[in-house]
DNA sequence: ACGTCATGTAACATATATAGTTACATGAGA
DNA sequence: TCTCATGTAACTATATATGTTACATGACGT
């Protein structure tokens, strides 16, 4: 399988929702996005237990936006998703009588654990309301570009 | 399919071959790392191809060090290996028209690329020297152990 | 009440990558 | 020339993300 783009896509989506007023539903959600719908519900649905969305059915129903912004960060939208693997590569054997296992583990343990360590408190920085401050900043040089593109 | 575990396997295998002459043959390798002896020949083809290792066929023929240990780092060992992905999450798609991708895609390339540059700069601080001396002091640290078993 | 809309979820299909296995060709040495 | 060992292709097994179908649940409007 390629690379695990859950994170990726469900930062997709929280972004494309803090451009406008909610509810979207998991189908126009999807479509921005190119993909299934019960794709959308599958990775939203730990935000939406911590609380970051909240999900209505119905008429009118749909995905909304029920956090700050600027207290939620690329860290807690990640832990929302379960956690997963940050790393494609790992030890043979977790707790080998081995000692050379022991020792190469040690090594690599090291080396993983920084990485892990480091991404993580990347993730922790950024909050999605710097994200959507980067996307109007995205946005506006895009307009600008139309205007000159339409003086020209 | 579990995460890649070929880096610790063929660093398990080299430790191994470090500690004694050889030549190894794949299947006294493979014995050693309860796997099969094609998953060895597999795994040591890049090492072999940049040097790292011989193999000779025949009687008496098997898997010899050919390398200064000592200079001889984790991170070239990933570069034989074929330099696979580090990271176990990426974006949804690269180059993306749409900007909101491009923004999430700006912020999570930061990270990922931060994680990765540690990883592999972690990987070139150790050399196969240095996992040798921690095997040999994990092995004298057994001995003591066994010895005062006796003592006991 | 009933029909429609939307989520929630299980179940199944697809794709990809590592690991394990079998089979056989190649070549070195006794 | 027989045996041993590597080199490699091909196939299987397994895990996981992603895509899709099907259906139950519940909310809203008529």
């Known amino acids: 399988m390629r690379r695990d783009s859950r994170l990726s896509g469900v930062l997709h989506v929280l972004l494309h929702m803090a451009q406008q007023p909610g509810p979207f539903t998991s189908e126009t959600l999807a479509k921005a996005m190119d993909t299934n719908p019960v794709v959308i519900r599958r990775i ?58 022991q020792a190469v583990n040690a090594a690599l343990d090291q080396a993983f654990g920084d990485a892990e360590a480091l991404l993580l408190s990347r993730f922790g920085e950024v909050t999605l309301a710097m994200l959507g401050a980067d996307l109007r900043k995205r946005l506006g040089s895009r307009k600008l570009q139309g205007m000159s593109a339409h003086h020209a």
């Open 44 to 101: 939203m649905a730990g935000l939406r237990d911590l609380g970051y969305v909240r999900s209505e059915k119905g008429h009118g129903g749909g995905w909304t936006l029920a956090c700050d912004l600027s207290k939620v960060t690329l860290r807690d939208v990640y832990a929302a998703l379960g956690s997963p693997p940050l790393l494609a590569m790992g030890n043979r054997t977790e707790a080998p009588g081995c000692l050379v296992e």
